[in-house]
């Protein structure tokens, strides 16, 4: 009902900057929050970014400063402008959106991105 697509991973030196988009399509109604994980070789799935309906945003300390995330509303899109990467920042992003369908707009469901890989070297 809902598919999610990113773009915008890749490989990049130490320093350098990666702008990754997530676009939602299908029976939407409204989307809530939306945020981006990214999960680290060997590492747990963990959140990097989230921003609400109302754009308040919310980001983990390592990316303080570093990262921004951002939405249009309008394409249903969220960005995550990611600069000064580190290789510690190397992981799969994944994007999450909560949405209300146009079948059921009293439900909130979850739904996630396949993943985009960013690769960052020293």
């Known amino acids: 009902q809902v598919q999610l697509v990113e773009s915008g991973g890749g490989s990049v030196q130490a320093g350098g900057s990666l702008r990754l988009s997530c676009a939602a399509s299908?029976?939407?109604?409204?989307?809530?929050?939306m945020a981006w994980y990214r999960q680290a070789p060997g590492k747990e799935r963990e959140l990097v970014a989230a921003?609400?309906?109302?754009?308040?945003?919310n980001y983990v300390d390592p990316v303080k400063g570093r990262f921004t995330i951002s939405r249009d509303n309008a394409r249903n899109t969220v960005y995550l402008q990611m600069n000064s990467l580190i290789p510690e920042d190397t992981g799969v992003y994944y994007c999450w959106m909560n949405v209300r369908l146009l079948t059921a707009i009293r439900t909130i469901n979850s739904y996630w991105g396949q993943g985009t890989q960013v690769t960052v070297s020293s």
């Open positions: 921003i609400t309906s109302n754009s308040n945003t």
């Open positions: 299908g029976s939407i109604f409204s989307i809530n929050d």
